[in-house]
């Protein structure tokens, strides 16, 4: 089976992942609110051809896959959002690596 990163040297890429923190207030409450959750690096992989097939029509798809290590500071959820480039992805799944436990991929699309 092709392995996805042969070499973490492969993870080139920064991302952001962005998503409900805690802060504390100044009566000492913690409070929820959006803001970073922690920086990774990854390796970015272009869309598939089956991608463009399944897109209705549309020529260029708007999917985009990060893989990043299995182990992360913080868990990952479908509710958080990864800025890229200066753009903003919605996760849409997370592929874990539960056989290896080394590199899971998650799964974006582009929000305009």
């Not at 299995?70 to 959820?77: A, K, S, V």
Request: hydrophobic share 30%.
């Amino acid at each position: 089976m092709k392995q996805l990163v042969n070499n973490p040297s492969e993870l080139t890429e920064v991302i952001d992942f962005y998503g409900k923190t805690y802060e504390q207030n100044d009566d000492g409450v913690m409070v929820p609110s959006e803001g970073k959750v922690f920086t990774t690096w990854c390796k970015v992989l272009s869309d598939l051809f089956n991608d463009y097939k399944t897109e209705a029509g549309n020529f260029m798809s708007s999917k985009t896959s990060f893989v990043i290590r299995h182990e992360q500071p913080e868990e990952i959820d479908t509710s958080m959002e990864v800025h890229w480039n200066g753009k903003k992805y919605k996760i849409d799944k997370i592929l874990k690596d539960n056989s290896y436990k080394q590199y899971d991929t998650v799964v974006c699309t582009f929000v305009k």
